[in-house]
């Protein structure tokens, strides 16, 4: 082989490499937060125009009624079974109908437990759409209707509250809280505790950076991610 074909032959290889590269970091970015992957299950289809991005799907338009209804009939097809299912077709206000819904499922063989969430981000006019894989725990319903009302403060120790009368806010506060894991382990300290009251119960929320977020009440303990979207909807910092 010549010196100048060898040289072609190099440039074409380093070329490739990069390019292999470059895809692997764009793949790497592109489904970084995500806890599972749906492509890579077969059991595990995906609503058509769904787009990834980072932590979570996207499509614009309101589409999660239709979403609801694929993963609703097309799971059970594939062997899961639904553990919670709770949507704002539970709720007869008519203006809710937009908000979207959070599952649970369970599958024999399955190591964990999948959750389907949806709603519709209406400032972006697109629906939001997350998948993610977590170990099996029991889960306690607190809440069992969407209050007309509820406050949020800060800080335990506040006299004053920020009133939350946006039912569509309340009922995916309660979707959060219900879909928290039950804990009976050591609560680690958090630097930071909040209160919401809902009426006829009050829950601590104990949170701290990106740490998990302990909920606490007088039904017991809970434990969540910290999931960003529940602290655009208590507006807790």
Same mark, same amino acid.
């Given at each position: 082989?010549?010196?100048?074909?060898?040289?072609?032959?190099?440039?074409?290889?380093?070329?490739?490499?990069?390019?292999?590269?470059?895809?692997?970091?764009?793949?790497?970015?592109?489904?970084?937060?995500?806890?599972?992957?749906?492509?890579?299950?077969?059991?595990?289809?995906?609503?058509?125009?769904?787009?990834?991005? =980072?932590?979570?799907?996207?499509? /614009?338009? +309101?589409?999660?009624? *239709?979403?609801?209804? %694929? @993963? !609703?009939?097309?799971?059970?097809?594939?062997?899961?079974?639904?553990?919670? =299912?709770?949507?704002?077709?539970? /709720?007869? +206000?008519?203006?809710? *109908?937009?908000?979207? %819904? @959070? !599952?649970?499922?369970?599958?024999?063989?399955?190591?964990?437990?999948?959750?389907?969430?949806?709603?519709?981000?209406?400032?972006?006019?697109?629906?939001?759409?997350?998948?993610?894989?977590?170990?099996?725990?029991?889960?306690?319903?607190?809440?069992?209707?969407?209050?007309?009302?509820?406050?949020?403060?800060?800080?335990?120790?506040?006299?004053?509250?920020?009133?939350?009368?946006?039912?569509?806010?309340?009922?995916?506060?309660?979707?959060?809280?219900?879909?928290?894991?039950?804990?009976?382990?050591?609560?680690?300290?958090?630097?930071?505790?909040?209160?919401?009251?809902?009426?006829?119960?009050?829950?601590?929320?104990?949170?701290?950076?990106?740490?998990?977020?302990?909920?606490?009440?007088?039904?017991?303990?809970?434990?969540?991610?910290?999931?960003?979207?529940?602290?655009?909807?208590?507006?807790?910092?």
């Amino acid at each position: 082989m010549s010196k100048k074909s060898l040289l072609l032959y190099s440039c074409i290889t380093l070329l490739v490499a990069m390019g292999w590269f470059a895809y692997q970091k764009a793949t790497d970015n592109t489904y970084e937060g995500m806890s599972i992957i749906p492509e890579e299950h077969e059991d595990i289809p995906l609503f058509e125009g769904l787009e990834p991005t =980072e932590h979570e799907y996207v499509i /614009d338009g +309101d589409y999660w009624l *239709d979403i609801y209804d %694929f @993963y !609703s009939k097309e799971l059970p097809k594939l062997g899961w079974n639904v553990e919670y =299912e709770g949507s704002a077709l539970n /709720d007869k +206000d008519p203006e809710n *109908d937009w908000s979207g %819904f @959070y !599952s649970r499922w369970r599958k024999e063989g399955f190591n964990g437990e999948l959750t389907v969430s949806a709603h519709y981000n209406q400032f972006e006019e697109q629906t939001e759409v997350k998948f993610d894989k977590t170990p099996i725990h029991n889960t306690t319903i607190w809440i069992n209707y969407t209050p007309e009302s509820i406050c949020i403060y800060e800080s335990q120790m506040d006299e004053k509250c920020s009133k939350v009368t946006d039912q569509i806010k309340i009922e995916e506060i309660v979707n959060f809280i219900n879909g928290a894991i039950d804990w009976n382990e050591e609560v680690l300290p958090r630097e930071k505790t909040s209160m919401i009251d809902f009426g006829d119960i009050k829950i601590k929320v104990l949170y701290e950076n990106e740490e998990e977020i302990y909920f606490q009440s007088k039904k017991g303990t809970k434990l969540m991610k910290p999931d960003p979207d529940f602290f655009k909807l208590t507006n807790l910092q």
